[in-house]
C-alpha cells in the first residue's frame, strides 16, 4: 500500500529536549516536504526536498533541521524544542511533477511543555 | 507571489443544504495546479481534486463540483445535499510549475464546515 508513515504519531516531550519525528514514503518520490499547522493559519512549510542531498527553506524553518540521505526518509529534527513549537505536523511527498498531489502523512501532534 | 484565500473561516448548514467553499487565488505563473483537500476530525489530509490552469471545465464527481474561473481567479468547492460526513476542514491549494522545477505547495488558511443532522 502507497502511504507515507510518520513516527511518533503523538509527543509530549520539554523544553530544550532534542527531538526527532521520522518520514517514510514507499512510493519512490523524489519531493518531500514538513508542514506545520495551526489553528487559523492552515498549513505552513517548514522545509522541502526536491531528492536525495537537496534541500530548501519553507516559510518557517526557524528551529528545525531536516536531512536526505535516503530517497524514502525525510526526519525533521527540533534540536531545542520550544513551546511555541507545539503543533500538528505533517510530512509529505510527491512524484517530480507539480500536477501530482502531495501524499500526507497521517500527523504527529508535538506538545512542547 | 503565489497566495491562497479562503475568506470563510467556518460555515454551518443543516443537512441536505448545498454549500460553495470559495477559494481565490494569486499567482503570476501561467502554468500551476490547483488543489482541494479535506481534513476530517480524525485529522489526516485527503486529496479531492487537481486542476491545472489550462483546464477551465467544471468537474463533477458525485455530490462534490468545482468551478474553475481564471477571470476571477477562484477556484469554488461545492457540495450538494451535503451530509453530516462532509462535516470537515477543507483547504485550497496552489502549486505552480516553471520548467522542470517542481513548485512549492501554498495552503489557503482551510473553511471548517459543519454539517448539522
Known amino acids: 500500500e502507497a502511504q507515507v508513515t510518520q513516527n511518533p504519531r503523538y509527543l509530549i516531550t520539554v523544553t530544550g529536549k532534542k527531538l526527532t519525528v521520522t518520514c517514510s514514503q514507499n512510493?519512490?518520490?523524489?519531493?518531500m516536504s514538513w508542514y506545520r499547522q495551526d489553528p487559523g493559519l492552515g498549513l505552513r512549510q517548514i522545509y522541502y526536498s526536491m531528492n536525495v542531498e537537496v534541500t530548501d527553506k519553507g516559510d518557517v524553518p526557524e528551529g528545525y533541521k531536516v536531512s536526505r540521505k535516503e530517497k524514502r526518509n525525510f526526519p525533521l529534527i527540533l534540536e531545542s524544542p520550544s513551546p511555541n513549537q507545539t503543533s500538528l505536523y505533517f510530512c509529505a511527498s510527491s512524484g517530480g511533477q507539480s500536477n501530482q498531489p502531495q501524499h500526507f502523512g497521517d500527523g504527529t501532534r508535538l506538545s512542547i511543555l | 507571489a503565489q497566495k491562497v484565500t479562503q475568506a470563510q473561516t467556518e460555515i454551518s448548514v443543516v443537512e441536505k443544504e448545498d454549500v460553495t467553499l470559495d477559494c481565490v487565488y494569486e499567482?503570476?505563473?501561467?502554468?500551476?495546479?490547483l488543489f482541494w483537500y479535506k481534513q476530517p476530525p480524525s485529522g489526516e489530509l485527503v486529496f479531492l481534486i487537481r486542476?491545472?490552469?489550462?483546464?477551465?471545465q467544471n468537474e463533477i464527481s458525485g455530490r462534490y463540483s468545482w468551478n474553475f474561473q481564471k477571470s476571477t481567479s477562484s477556484f469554488n468547492f461545492t457540495i450538494t445535499a451535503s451530509q453530516v460526513v462532509d462535516s470537515a476542514v477543507y483547504f485550497c491549494?496552489?502549486?505552480?510549475?516553471?520548467?522542470?522545477?517542481?513548485?512549492?505547495?501554498?495552503f489557503g488558511r482551510g473553511t471548517q464546515l459543519t454539517v448539522w443532522p
Open positions: 512510493m519512490n518520490h523524489e519531493y
Open positions: 499567482t503570476r505563473d501561467t502554468t500551476y495546479y
Open positions: 491549494a496552489l502549486t505552480y510549475y516553471r520548467g522542470s522545477t517542481l513548485g512549492r505547495l501554498y
Open positions: 486542476r491545472n490552469s489550462f483546464d477551465e
